[in-house]
């Protein structure tokens, strides 16, 4: 199974992207899906989580700019980001808890990264 992110990209403050996330690969169910952000020298942090029954929560830096969402036919999880500010600059990473076969364990899965890039 691989995470496969897209989306990224530079853009002035205030304006709008939206990430993509797509899981391929044969999978028995995937439960949460997130994005996480990091900037160099910094820890990864938690921007958005969705649920397989669509619960989201948010990190506070982002709460009513960021709206994450899923497509349980495509396997994909979005990340619709409003009125980004320059400190949302950050390599946003998607990851997924994905169970590959019935009796299988739960693992997480990563993408490789997409790079944003909000100009002041």
Known sequence: V???ASGGGLVQAGESLRLSCAASGSVFRINDMGWSRQVP?????LVARIS?????SYADPVKGRFTISRDNAKNTVYLQMNKLKPED???YYCNADITLMWNRPTRDYWGQGTL???SS
């Open 89 to 91: 600059t950050a390599v």
């Open 52 to 56: 397989p029954l669509g619960t989201t």
């Open 41 to 45: 020298g910094k820890q990864r942090e």
């Open 116 to 118: 944003v890039t909000v």
């Open 2 to 4: 691989q995470l496969q």
